[in-house]
């Protein structure tokens, strides 16, 4: 099965969701095959929030027994024979009368062992496991890695496997860039990645390397250098650190980006209007700047609306064009605006910004492309 979809298309995070909703409002189980690290859990939770009123339940079958699919058997004296209590993780009609939808997730299920997979068959196969019934709003979906990732999978037996769609994902920057923007990355981690995005991901199955790139591990990246805690460690040891996560050679190569990084102005300065100009202009830590800026402007907003000062939001939002206007590679001002725009959905007034007019004239079109 899996050397089949490696040989055939692959599909984006974002393109995957489209599938997979798809899948869902048809009631059809679908599987997502992919390399580790990449955010196929963190994507079932995103086509889960996706639904009003929903909940995903995350089952590790790779943990469980053959018989903690079925559940414990007990006598019943009620009609003296014996009887089957289901596992607890599925849901039952109680908890399906709380939630319009329901989404059962068996992650890593080709990790569980053939014994366990057989024991699944019914579950998934006939939405039953002995007396035990799925209630109808419960959706069936599952993940897992590749033969060819060299991690712990048992190959899916045929009957099994076409019970589900089958698609496989890849890692996308411009997918991991909005996913980042939208859940607050450090903005050193995104401007490094945005200047090196092949960095991003360089796992290689066949390496002994026990720490390398993914989306997941510089998100452990960004976990871990919290500036608050920066005092703590000085730069050797931060390195260290971050090498733990996405091994040593990026390690070094991100200890140096954010080295010039720390050479920025602070966003606050340049949203206030004390800092206009740019001094140093080395493209990586410009990114880095230019995702702070967006993640400055947004808490404003959120703030200053709340306090009633919308017009000094305009006002800091009019010095954050101004400054990527007069400052900025072309590259870089249409992913601040774009970040600002469509991300974040700002409410922008271009009557009270002076700079709206420039700006849209010279880069409005490339905004509408990104």
Not at 185 to 191: C, E, K, T, Y
Request: net charge negative; charged share 25%.
């Amino acid at each position: 099965m899996t050397a089949m979809l490696e040989q055939g298309r692959t599909v984006r995070l974002s393109e995957a969701k489209k599938l997979a909703l798809r899948c869902m409002n048809k009631k059809r189980p679908f599987f997502l095959w992919g390399p580790p690290g990449i955010g196929k859990s963190d994507l079932m939770q995103d086509i889960t929030d996706s639904f009003e009123n929903s909940l995903l339940i995350d089952v590790r079958l790779p943990l469980w027994d053959p018989t903690d699919v079925k559940g414990m058997p007990y006598y019943s004296k009620t009609d003296n024979t014996m009887k089957w209590a289901p596992p607890a993780e599925l849901p039952d009609e109680e908890m399906a009368k709380q939630y319009n939808t329901i989404v059962l997730f068996l992650d890593e299920l080709n990790a569980a062992p053939q014994a366990v997979q057989a024991a699944a068959y019914q579950l998934i196969l006939n939405r039953r496991v002995g007396t035990y019934k799925l209630p109808d709003n419960v959706v069936i979906a599952a993940a897992g890695n590749r033969e060819s990732d060299k991690g712990v999978t048992y190959r899916m037996p045929k009957p099994l496997a076409n019970r589900f769609v089958h698609f496989e994902v890849r890692v996308d920057f411009e997918d991991w860039q909005n996913w980042a923007l939208n859940n607050g990355i450090n903005a050193d981690v995104v401007g490094y990645l945005t200047a090196n995005k092949q960095d991003l991901y360089d796992f290689d199955p066949s390496a002994d390397s026990r720490s390398f790139a993914t989306p997941r591990s510089w998100t452990f990246v960004s976990e871990i250098i919290d500036e608050e805690d920066d005092d703590d460690l000085d730069t050797e040891l931060q390195t260290d650190l971050v090498a733990g996560a996405v091994g040593e050679g990026l390690a070094i190569k991100f200890a140096s980006h954010r080295k010039v990084a720390g050479l920025m102005p602070n966003p606050t300065d340049v949203l206030k209007g004390k800092v206009t100009k740019l001094e140093t202009k080395e493209i990586s830590a410009m990114y880095s700047l230019t995702t702070s800026l967006c993640y400055e402007l947004k808490e404003n907003f959120e703030n200053l609306t709340k306090a009633g000062k919308v017009d000094d939001w305009h006002k800091q939002a009019d010095r954050f064009f101004r400054f990527m206007l007069d400052n900025f590679e072309t590259e870089m001002v249409v992913l601040g605006s774009r970040t600002a725009i469509k991300n974040y959905n700002l409410p922008f007034n271009h009557k009270k910004m002076a700079s709206f007019k420039e700006f849209y004239e010279r880069f409005g079109k490339l905004i509408h492309k990104a």
